[in-house]
């Protein structure tokens, strides 16, 4: 099971970028999908959240009303769509799985391995 991101790039503030995640392999259900950024010096943070089956979303409040989490549930992929950015977004961001397994009866989660998006003043 791996969870592959894209979609991360450099961009003018007040611009949009759109990241993408996607899990292959796994056979287990999913809990939860988040994306996670780190800042350059400072901790990982949550940026979203969202449920695979009601699509309850949540955000951070330094991002909330800019960007938008989704999935697609047949894909097991989701996205992160980006706008009006600000270079106080420029960071590595992480997408993060929280998968729950019926045969072994454990939760686990995995990590994207990252994508930097770099946000120019």
């Known amino acids: 099971v791996q969870l592959v991101e894209s979609g991360g790039g450099l961009v003018q503030a007040g611009g949009s970028l759109r990241l993408s995640c ?3 392999g796994s056979t287990s259900s999913i809990n939860v999908m988040c994306w996670y950024r780190q800042p350059p ?3 990982r943070e949550l940026v979203a ?3 695979p089956n009601r699509g309850s979303t949540n955000y951070a409040d330094s991002v909330k009303g800019r960007f938008t989490i989704s999935r697609d549930n047949a894909e097991n992929t989701m996205y992160l769509q980006m706008n009006s ?3 106080e977004d420029t960071a590595v961001y992480y997408c993060n799985i929280i998968f729950y397994s019926d045969s072994l009866h454990i939760q686990y989660d995995l990590w994207g391995q990252g994508t930097q998006v770099t946000v120019s003043s």
């Open 41 to 43: 010096g400072k901790q």
């Open 22 to 24: 996607a899990a292959s």
């Open 49 to 51: 959240s969202i449920t």
């Open 85 to 87: 950015l600000k270079p």
